[in-house]
């Protein structure tokens, strides 16, 4: 089969965004199909991390994705009477940005989309949906239509009709994903079946300081929750219990009177931007990959909302999956590397989704007699401590002699402020981004010949504090914190290893089978 794009992505919102705008920067020809006419245009998600502003940082301005983005410090979660249970220290920084952000998901959306589009190798076909899915040993046929609403409002299909053919296809098409149900994948469910509320709301004046920290209420009668929306706009929700009408809670009527009655805001404060009920599940894809077909974000793995990491874990899978693609498009990679994207990422979403749900246990206690339990367990400290932020445990991460992981591998990359010649900032906007291999000093006596090539084919950036200037301290104080002299680091910025210069070759001849490399 001669195929007329290397890859084909089913759905359009930040996983597609993401894969699109990584591989057509890398200069392969993308088609998107996106039954929704135009992007999204509201806010789903409101948070992110540092992790996931870097990883806009590599797809599009993010200047403009995060132009009313907020730093958030602290999560809090009280308890009916306003007795404070938990409070998330959010504070600090990740990968060279604020820890946590609140911001506004279509700054976000326009500025990747900006950067799929202005690489000039990604054709976006908006309003359109995929009614076929055909694989073969070579290569995969799609088959979509356009979708339009009739003036009755209901969406159908029209009769034109296109086929394509693609090299790989991957289904970033949401929870109720078509390509994972053509495909056959079932789901694991963890259980969660809560309904929210969202009331999304721009500030008309300023609203007092409590409202620029996101603060759950641990009511059993009925918990309820605000957060900040970046700087200009304001998230309202709470819980629609079992065997309520969830029609009744979208009349703005019924939003007005709460918001008075809660916060004591009306018309003069705030206007409503959206209102409506949500299903929050856990849900996670049996299966992400079969041959040519992958699947990312929702259609992966579908995640409560209570870390505010849903959207940043489909993030991750674009990053992620995009480099691995375009190492196997370009032929210095064998296909198996394509395995490793769901051992490296489902484990990551599973942890998160698990972590998650676990949260919205506390939120969502609606038996008395359970939620004054769960608030004398906080009170006298007899819950357990969450469990630490997931990193990646298998695939293209370095592994010791016994099999395990080593240590640092798969942990998050640091980033700080360098200088070289003239030019100071971040390092990705500095040096560069993809693999990158930073050393203390004596980088380049410590690299043969052929792994300079390597490193030349990989596309990766070099740097050696003796050549560029740690401005901020940020890699001399993370050289001596580990007791190491050199970090390598992957395009999505998580670890493949770390160590001493004298075990540099080894590790980089480590990645070269990791990789399932095919350059001589």
């Known amino acids: ?44 998600l409101t948070h992110i991390d540092g992790e996931t502003a870097r990883v806009i940082a590599s797809v599009g301005d993010l200047d403009h994705a995060l132009r009313d983005a907020l730093p958030v410090d602290h999560f809090r979660f009280f308890n009916a009477a306003g ?39 990604v054709e976006v076909n908006q309003g359109w949906s995929v009614v076929g899915l055909r694989p073969h040993e070579d290569g995969v046929e799609l088959t979509a239509r356009p979708w339009s609403q009739s003036r009755t409002g209901q969406w159908s299909h029209a009769d034109e009709e296109r086929t394509i053919t693609a090299s790989y296809v991957v289904g970033a098409d949401g929870a109720n994903s078509f390509v994972r149900a053509t495909l056959g994948i ?58 309520e009408d969830a029609a ?12 008075e009655k ?6 003069e404060d705030l206007k409503i931007l959206r209102q409506v009920v949500y299903t929050f599940q856990g849900r996670i894809a049996e299966s992400w990959r079969q041959g040519r077909v992958l699947l990312a974000g929702d259609a992966a793995h579908t995640t409560p909302p209570y870390m505010g990491q849903g959207a940043c874990s489909g993030m991750r899978d674009g990053i992620t999956l995009g480099w691995k693609l375009d190492l196997v498009l370009r032929g210095l990679a064998g296909d198996e590397l394509l395995d490793t994207y769901e051992a490296e ?7 998160i989704t698990e972590i998650s749900t676990a949260l919205g246990k506390v939120a969502n206690t609606h038996d008395p007699a359970e939620a004054a339990a769960r608030d004398e367990a906080f009170r006298t400290g007899n819950v357990p401590p969450p469990p630490p932020f997931p990193t990646i445990v298998a695939g293209v991460v370095h592994h010791d002699a016994d099999g395990a992981v080593s240590p640092l591998a798969g942990t998050l990359t640091p980033q700080g402020v360098v200088r070289s010649g003239d030019l100071e900032g971040l390092f990705d906007d500095v040096v560069g981004r993809g693999f990158s291999l930073v050393a203390t000093s004596g980088l380049r006596d410590a690299l043969g010949a052929d792994d300079l090539a390597f490193l030349d084919k990989l596309g990766g950036v070099t740097a050696s504090l003796d050549e560029v200037v740690d401005v901020d301290g940020t890699y001399a104080a993370y050289f001596a914190e580990h007791g190491v002299e050199a970090l390598l680091g992957r395009p999505d910025y998580h670890l493949f290893w770390a160590g001493s210069l004298a075990d540099l070759p080894a590790a980089l001849g480590q990645l070269r089978d990791r990789l399932a490399w095919t350059v001589a």
């Open 1 to 44: 089969m001669s195929n007329e794009y290397d890859v084909a992505i089913v759905g359009y919102g930040p996983s597609g965004l993401v894969l699109a705008s990584a591989l057509g920067r890398a200069g392969h020809k993308v088609v998107v199909f996106e039954r929704w006419p135009g992007l999204y245009g509201l806010p789903r």
């Open 248 to 259: 009744a809670y979208e009349d703005p009527a019924f939003a007005w009177e709460w918001l």
């Open 83 to 121: 007795e404070l249970l938990v409070e998330l220290d959010w504070r600090g920084t990740s990968a060279g940005h604020p820890a946590h952000i609140s911001m506004y998901q279509p700054d976000i959306e326009e500025a990747v989309d900006a950067g799929a589009r202005g690489s000039g190798n």
């Open 186 to 243: 079932e789901r694991s469910d963890n259980g969660v079946d809560d309904r929210w509320l969202n009331i999304d709301t721009q500030q008309l004046r300023p609203l007092p300081e409590r409202f620029s920290r996101t603060t759950q209420f641990c009511d059993p009668a009925r918990g309820h929750m605000f957060m900040p929306i970046g700087r200009s706009r304001q998230r309202f929700e709470m819980a629609v219990l079992p065997g």
């Open 262 to 267: 809660t916060h004591g805001l009306g018309p």
């Open 345 to 351: 990422r489902r484990p990551h979403a599973t942890a």
